[in-house]
């Protein structure tokens, strides 16, 4: 089910900035009204001004915004659940410029220069801009640490510099397309089944997505994650099967069966000081049990495997449940202002990028001349579609010409063969493991999908397409007709003169296929 009420989500946006205001607006008079009593016109001595200086910083300190508690369970009802902005440790220095390499997936690097407080949705944005890619929100700079075989897609708002500083020398940025990102926001139910939320088994009844999420956003809730996980003994190959809880005060497992009492409960890892990885050669380096090992690693650790917190799940969505709820948890509301900040963007330039057009483009309407007099097509829909059909029209008069000996440079049948290979969504002779390297890496959402070259028929192509994150392939057969070949994957009963035209096809009509296809999965050099 898709989540179409946002608007309650919007409403908690408000809510919470209303609450900073009013926090900021208290503080600030508790200020103004202190100073007159702390003065009062007298002399100051040494250690009364000394006094002085502190309450003001203490004032001012608690002037900034508030931030959310991780461990709201922990406090008690009388306290409010907020950290202190003071009791934070002190960050990065905020100016300077700093040297960031970053890879693509070919391997080769680009080094740029940026300042200490560029976000990683600048960067990438940077990116895009020097490599002419499209801009379509879903490129993302990945932490990667190839000796442990650990990875993530940084947050849009983290700092670029202070990653880079608690990564080790062997770590590197890469630079790569996640559709996944906040595709929880678009579909909530598919990241989190019913069966692993807490509050769904405690309530017994479907909750509704946009209440589901607020339940995961808002502070003053304490939603919890729960099902079984295989962990990974500290130091050892061996692996163990226990119940999980995830709360915004951290992993717990629990040492008697599925009790959640507080006497059962082991605490396994902080969220707060953490990060949760993709392990990438799980079984290779670590024995993993399944393919659906994720980790949680210290902020702190840079290339000590023993800190590392080894998780295993029993699929694909139990995995990405557990790493979502984890990012939840840690970021809140800050992943849904991350979600919304590129759709106000688009919103706001749809305005402006009308094309400019002269006078004369400006006076052309489009036009049917199907009968024995031309109509103007005033229906936009139908103009679309009339232009579509000039398109393949225009497409079959040049095969035509191309039979009957014309002079173009290439044959009709040598130029369906190579006329897709400059399109994004071809790979050319890549394996079925490295398909699914790829469609791993960039997201496993409906639609994503790719061409190859078939490796059991050299004449044959394969589109390899992810639905409900499993990876499915569909061979695509040539076939000829009247001397003439074309494409199929279902057996001719639909044929393409190319590949860029089966490709359009299936972007607006299913088919045969599970589900259209919707986010090509690319590959770009920097």
């Not at 946006?13 to 008079?29: A, P, W």
């Not at 397309?177 to 579909?187: D, L, Q």
């Not at 069966?195 to 919890?224: D, G, K, Y």
């Not at 590392?308 to 992943?335: P, S």
Request: aromatic share 8%; proline share 5%.
């Amino acid at each position: 089910p898709r989540m179409n009420d946002d608007v309650d989500l919007e409403a908690l946006v408000n809510d919470m900035n209303s609450s900073l205001e009013s926090l900021y607006s208290t503080c600030s008079g508790q200020q103004t009204e202190s100073t007159p009593l702390l003065h009062n016109g007298q002399n100051l001595s040494h250690r009364s001004l000394r006094r002085l200086q502190e309450a003001e910083q203490q004032l001012r300190t608690s002037s900034l915004p508030a931030i959310p508690n991780p461990f709201p369970e922990l406090c008690s009802l009388a306290n409010s659940p907020v950290l202190s902005p003071g009791s934070l440790p002190p960050g990065e220095p905020s100016t300077g410029i700093y040297i960031v390499k970053v890879f693509s997936e070919d391997g080769l690097g680009k080094v740029v220069e940026i300042p200490a407080g560029m976000t990683a949705r600048d960067l990438c944005q940077l990116l895009v801009y020097k490599s002419h890619c499209v801009d379509d929100n879903s490129w993302a700079l990945v932490e990667h640490h190839p000796l442990l075989g650990l990875e993530r897609c940084l947050e849009d708002h983290e700092l670029v510099i202070q990653v880079q500083a608690s990564m080790s020398s062997g770590s590197r940025f890469l630079f790569r397309k996640n559709y996944a990102k906040y595709e929880f926001f678009r579909n909530t139910h598919t990241f989190f089944p019913e069966h692993m939320v807490a509050w769904c088994q405690e309530t017994n009844r479907t909750i509704p997505p946009s209440q589901l999420l607020q339940n995961f956003l808002a502070t003053s809730s304490c939603p919890e994650i729960q099902g079984y996980l295989y962990v990974k003994d500290v130091g050892r190959k061996s692996w163990k099967k226990v119940y999980m809880f995830l709360r915004r005060s951290g992993l717990y497992c629990s040492a008697k069966g599925t009790s959640k009492e507080p006497r059962h409960l082991q605490f396994l890892a902080d969220l707060e000081d953490s990060s949760i990885f993709t392990v990438i050669t799980g079984k290779k380096l670590h024995g993993a049990p399944t393919d659906y090992e994720f980790c949680i690693k210290p902020n702190k650790c840079r290339g000590e495997s023993k800190e590392l917190r080894m998780l295993c799940a029993e699929d694909e969505q139990g995995r990405t449940c557990w790493m979502t709820a984890f990012r939840l948890f840690k970021y809140g509301i800050v992943l849904y202002q991350n979600y919304k900040i590129p759709l106000q963007r688009k919103t706001l330039l749809s305005h402006f990028s009308a094309p400019v057009r002269s006078v004369s483009e400006n006076s052309l309407v489009a036009m049917d001349f199907s009968g024995r007099i031309g109509r103007v097509i005033e229906n936009p829909l139908e103009a679309q579609s009339a232009a579509m059909e000039e398109g393949h029209a225009w497409r079959k008069r040049s095969q035509r010409m191309n039979v009957l000996g014309s002079h173009s440079p290439l044959h009709h049948s040598s130029l369906s063969s190579v006329i897709h290979i400059a399109q994004m969504w071809f790979h050319g002779r890549i394996t079925r493991e490295e398909s699914h390297r790829l469609i791993h890496q960039q997201g496993q959402v409906d639609g994503l999908f790719l061409l190859r070259v078939s490796q059991s028929n050299p004449k044959a192509f394969v589109l390899t397409l992810c639905h409900h994150q499993k990876i499915k392939h569909f061979q695509i057969l040539p076939c000829e007709e009247d001397g003439q070949v074309f494409f199929s994957l279902d057996d001719g009963a639909t044929k393409f003169t190319d590949l860029i035209q089966l490709v359009e096809f299936y972007q607006l009509n299913r088919g045969v296929l599970p589900c259209k296809l919707k986010h090509p999965c690319t590959v770009v050099a920097l």
